[in-house]
């Protein structure tokens, strides 16, 4: 039965190919990506996938200065908070939840189910974002910078 399976794994192998692994620049890589994106996803999850992925940011102004930023990437009827800044010294004045609360208005417009981001697992940027309502899904360990990084969810549907 063992033997019989290894061989049937090894029949399905085919004879490896002498190609040359190179760093190349994004523009070389694009053309291909956008031609076997579809078929990749869909083979990955196994139902027709139709890639889309758009980044949004947004500002917090104040006359015609930036006092805060966001940037949200949506894809996947995910969306995913890759960063929020408020500048120092307009913290704990609301900014960030405004940028924040804006961040999933869109993701809702765009028919995603959930918010998430990535935090130290230790520090203030979590108890920000469990004040506006998210939940710990995961904790990595040993993660970015080695540190151990939690992974923050909110669901919106
Ligand atoms: C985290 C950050 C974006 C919060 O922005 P902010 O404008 O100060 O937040 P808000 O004023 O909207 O705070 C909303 C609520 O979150 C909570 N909160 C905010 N900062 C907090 C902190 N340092 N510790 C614990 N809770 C905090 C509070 O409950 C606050 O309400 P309150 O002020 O009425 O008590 C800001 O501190 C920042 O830019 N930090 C550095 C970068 C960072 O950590 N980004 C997040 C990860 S991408």
């Given at each position: 039965?063992?033997?019989?399976?290894?061989?049937?794994?090894?029949?399905?192998r085919l004879r490896l190919l002498d190609v040359e692994i190179?760093?190349?620049?994004?523009?070389?890589?694009?053309g291909f990506r956008r031609?076997?994106?579809?078929e990749a996803a869909s083979t990955l999850w196994g139902f027709?996938?139709?890639?889309?992925?758009?980044?949004?940011?947004?500002?917090?102004?104040?006359?015609?200065?930036?006092?805060?930023v966001l940037a949200v990437r949506i894809s996947a009827s995910l969306a995913h908070v890759e960063s929020l800044v408020v500048a120092?010294?307009?913290?704990?004045?609301?900014i960030g939840r405004r940028l924040l609360a804006r961040a999933e208005?869109?993701?809702?417009?765009?028919?995603?189910?959930k918010v998430t981001l990535e935090v130290?697992?230790?520090g203030p940027a979590r108890g920000f974002f469990e004040a506006c309502g998210y939940k710990?899904?995961?904790?990595?360990?040993?993660?970015?910078?080695?540190?151990?990084?939690?992974?923050?969810?909110?669901f919106l549907l």
């Open positions: 039965m063992t033997a019989g399976r290894s061989t049937s794994r090894r029949k399905l190179a760093e190349v620049r994004p523009e070389r890589t694009g031609e076997h994106a579809r027709t996938v139709i890639p889309q992925e758009q980044r949004h940011e947004f500002a917090a102004i104040e006359g015609d200065e930036v006092r805060g120092t010294e307009y913290r704990r004045r609301g208005e869109i993701a809702n417009y765009y028919n995603c189910h130290p697992a230790v710990t899904e995961a904790v990595l360990p040993q993660h970015t910078f080695k540190k151990d990084v939690a992974v923050l969810r909110k």
